[in-house]
């Protein structure tokens, strides 16, 4: 999913740089500019996703819930069960396309959203039942 | 306290004035109109002015409230009816606000903070309209505050914590509030100008012409003194408006009471913090504040809106000494205010050193190159070079403030430089923990530790922590939380 997000995201890149440079004349861009965006991006497309999908995990025990995200910078994020208070189950188009999902957990933080990218959709249901029931069950209003 | 009731009845006369105003453009658009067609359709104009009139008195008519069943309920409009309904437990704080014409008429605006994190106008709780002594008991009745007041009435019920005193004005001008209320008075006035058609007749060019004859020597200074003195008057006046009369007072027993703040001088403004939701203070220092020896004090507080984090200001700029003593009190221990601070070593200073003075440098490299090529005046690398210096003091006094502690129970955390915090926040009051590093901080086994809170900015975030320190500092304030994901 990642891949191929970011597939998309170079293309568009790329042709925005082609038509911007030696075929409109729009901009006075060199050839050379073009092939080393070219570059960049077919790098980006190679390693990034993969980098990603290498530094992404996640984990839910009976007191919290920890993600793991990023790629250059990568972010650690730590909620504990009882200040959960939304379970969010989303899918975006491209991730249907592979049967994926996201589920996004929101504390009272506006900083303190975790979100569990490219699970596949049955465990993801599963995963916000589960959290729901954990988070049901600890009382307090989770501020 | 079952039935419905109504705002203040004197409030028929500022609703249709506040509608008026809104609807200004359209009351002027028909006018013009008017006037264009000649004066024939004169009924029509007066439509302009009656309708705004009505949809205030409608809404005074419409607006009811009611405490019922631990629940506060509002309702209000009349083709599409709103009903918003909170449980008391959920009220966090109350702003009493009476602007000029509300105080001259003896009534008050009471908002209720929820906590909720929707931004809309329409899903707040707003009794425009009290009058005062209703909006007391209101309040008194929304934060059960009430009756330790009443039981204890001959005990001093009210201890201030913090009471004005007009020399705290001469800290006014070392804020940027002073900066930025200039630059909305010069944007307006220049505005202003435009629109009349001014700098036609100012002629700007005849004064160039006559500032020309001055030396440079004088036209500057006297151009940097006259803006100090405004950019002075100005804060020194804004300050008066909003602080004048601030008094910070504590209600009820050790740990249950609330904190009451009191402050304006033209429109009044009383907030009231419970207790149990202020999590910790924010000891704010900028640059010019801390070299006078001032410093002020933010609640670090839930269900207050982030916009509206003036409520929450405790201690406006006064000496440090005052805010040493009322953060203090607000915290029931000056430890954290005291505790000395790990420093987060050597690898946060080179990283602080190289963002301050690396885009420096290079703006300094690119001048020196470009002089030679194009003609750019030979002073601009000397001023480049300059910058390099501001930048390299910079950030030698950020590596001086960076520090964190754990002391009596609050997490603290301090950064910056122009504009140093110190974060004091309750280990109770952390939600959880983010860690946060880019490739090159995990080359030097750095981490940026971010403590997630429900109040105040949300977040309580350590620069540049090393990463073993930044655990202990997790793990002792939530022992069980993080233990467990530690491989």
Known sequence: MWALTASIEGLVVVSVVVVAGPVTHWLPLPWWVVALVVLVVAGYVAVVPRWRYAVHRWEVTGTAVYTQTGWWARERRIAPMSRIQTVDHAEGAIARLFGLATVTVTTASAAGALEIEGLDRTRALLLVDELTLMADSVPGDAT | ?487
């Not at chain 2, 004088?218 to 940097?224: H, K, R, T, Y």
């Not at chain 2, 999590?279 to 001032?294: H, M, T």
């Not at chain 2, 620069?463 to 500092?473: F, H, Q, R, S, Y």
């Open chain 2, 1 to 487: 306290m079952s039935e419905w009731q109504r705002l203040d009845p004197r409030m028929l006369l500022i609703y249709p004035v506040k509608e008026l105003v809104r609807f200004l453009p359209v009351v002027f658009a028909l006018f013009i109109a008017g006037t264009a067609s000649g004066g024939t359709g004169k009924w029509w104009q007066l439509l302009g002015i009656v309708v705004p009139i009505g949809l205030g008195v409608l809404r005074y008519v419409t607006t009811r409230y009611r405490i019922d069943a631990g629940r506060i309920e509002l309702r209000r409009g009349l083709l599409s009816r709103h009903v918003l309904s909170t449980p008391l437990d959920r009220v966090r704080t109350v702003d009493i606000t009476a602007p000029p014409v509300h105080r001259l008429l003896g009534l008050t605006s009471v908002r209720v903070g929820t906590g909720t994190t929707s931004i809309g106008d329409d899903d707040r709780i707003d009794l425009d309209g009290l009058p005062v002594e209703r909006a007391r008991q209101l309040r008194a009745d929304l934060l059960r505050v009430a009756p330790e007041r009443v039981a204890d009435e001959t005990a001093p019920p009210e201890q201030p914590v913090l009471v004005f005193d007009p020399t705290w004005v001469r800290f006014a001008p070392l804020t940027s509030t002073g900066l930025v209320i200039t630059a909305g008075v010069l944007g307006l006035a220049s505005q202003a100008v435009n629109t009349f058609g001014g700098f036609g007749r100012l002629h700007p060019e005849r004064w160039a012409a006559d500032a020309e004859t001055w030396s440079v020597w004088v036209a500057i200074p006297l151009a940097l003194v006259g803006l100090a003195v405004v950019v002075s008057a100005l804060s020194i006046g804004g300050y008066v408006v909003n602080n004048w009369g601030f008094l910070l007072t504590h209600t009820g027993p050790g740990r249950g009471g609330a904190w009451h703040l009191r402050r304006g001088l033209l429109t009044t403004r009383e907030t009231t913090l419970d207790d149990e939701r202020v999590l910790g203070v924010s000891v704010g220092e900028p640059l010019g504040l801390r070299l006078a020896g001032g410093g002020r004090v933010w609640a670090i507080v839930t269900g207050l809106d982030q916009g509206a984090s003036g409520s929450a200001l405790l201690v406006p700029p006064a000496p440090r000494a005052v805010v040493h003593r009322a953060a203090g009190a607000v915290l029931r221990t000056p430890g954290p205010l005291d505790a000395p601070l790990t420093g987060h070593g050597p690898h946060a200073r080179t990283r602080r050193y190289t963002r301050a003075v690396g885009p420096a440098l290079l703006v300094l490299l690119v001048v020196a190159v470009l002089v030679p090529v194009t003609d750019l005046p030979v002073w601009t690398p000397i001023l480049a070079a300059l910058g390099v210096a501001v930048a390299a003091a910079l950030a030698a006094d950020r590596t001086r403030a960076l520090g964190h502690a754990l002391a009596d129970g609050h997490v603290v955390v301090r950064s910056g430089s122009l504009n140093r915090r110190r974060d004091a926040l309750e280990t109770d009051g952390v939600i959880g923990w983010n860690l946060r590093d880019t490739w090159f901080q995990r080359r030097v086994g750095l981490t940026t530790l971010v403590a997630t809170t429900s109040g105040g900015r949300q977040a309580v975030t350590a620069l540049d922590v090393p990463e073993p320190l930044a655990l202990a500092l997790a793990c002792t304030s939530n022992p069980q939380l993080l233990v467990q994901f530690l491989e």
